[in-house]
T-cell receptor, first 111, second 116 residues
Framework: TQLLEQSPQFLSIQEGENLTVYCNSS?????LQWYRQEPGEGPVLLVT?????EVKKLKRLTFQFGDARKDSSLHITAAQPGDTGLYLC???????????FGSGTRLSIRP | NAGVTQTPKFQVLKTGQSMTLQCAQD?????MSWYRQDPGMGLRLIHY???????DQGEVPNGYNVSRSTTEDFPLRLLSAAPSQTSVYFC???????????????FGPGTRLTVT
């Protein structure tokens, strides 16, 4: 059972459209991270959020941590084919000793 | 810096065989973890370590052993391979509590294991 649920599992949209991916849990996390993974490679960290309500921007990507630190969202503006990949959220508990991952969202951007 | 290295890249085992997946990092990171990723899914935590000599179980530890005798190395042992252990295995490391970068996790390239 995944303690971190991501939705949607799959998303295929046209280039130029906007999209939002969600990461939800019933647990409180001390931080949430978002990663992007290409086929055949390990995940690469995109961002870490640690404060409830925090918003971080990375070019066309906007990340938000929920006020209660149980959920997070990733919003992509004007998606491009280069955004295609598997997006993973991950959470660290208060002890910070272990980080667990969500189920992933596979994103495909059509030219 | 080589970062996080894993060997081998590919491995085929027969049911019941044992083997060790190697992981090493040259960034002096305190925290290291092993994850497995099944097709089309996220990563599941197998075991993790917060420093040399200290290890603990993750979400799916059964059938695996770890040890951490040095800061650099964190090998994962499969005791008696089963087809259910067919997966891609990723090793990861991150700095310690007082680094200011506690959650910056770096991953190796993975080991693709098939158990027949």
């Amino acid at each position: 059972t995944q303690l971190l649920e991501q939705s949607p599992q799959f998303l295929s949209i046209q280039e130029g459209e906007n999209l939002t991916v969600y990461c939800n849990s019933s647990s409180v996390f001390s931080s949430l991270q978002w990663y992007r993974q290409e086929p055949g490679e390990g995940p690469v960290l995109l961002v870490t959020v640690v404060t409830g309500g925090e918003v971080k921007k990375l070019k066309r990507l906007t990340f938000q941590f929920g006020d209660a630190r149980k959920d997070s969202s990733l919003h992509i503006t004007a998606a491009q084919p280069g955004d295609t990949g598997l997006y993973l959220c991950a959470g660290a508990y208060s002890s910070a000793s272990k980080i667990i991952f969500g189920s992933g969202t596979r994103l495909s951007i059509r030219p | 810096n080589a970062g996080v290295t894993q060997t081998p890249k590919f491995q085929v085992l027969k049911t019941g065989q044992s083997m060790t997946l190697q992981c090493a990092q040259d960034m002096n990171h305190e925290y290291m973890s092993w994850y497995r990723q099944d097709p089309g899914m996220g990563l599941r935590l197998i075991h993790y370590s917060v420093g040399a000599g200290i290890t603990d179980q993750g979400e799916v530890p059964n059938g695996y052993n770890v040890s951490r005798s040095t800061t650099e190395d964190f090998p994962l042992r499969l005791l008696s391979a089963a087809p259910s252990q067919t997966s891609v295995y990723f090793c990861a490391s991150r700095p310690g509590l007082y680094s200011g970068r506690l959650y910056e996790q770096y991953f190796g390239p993975g080991t693709r294991l098939t158990v027949t």
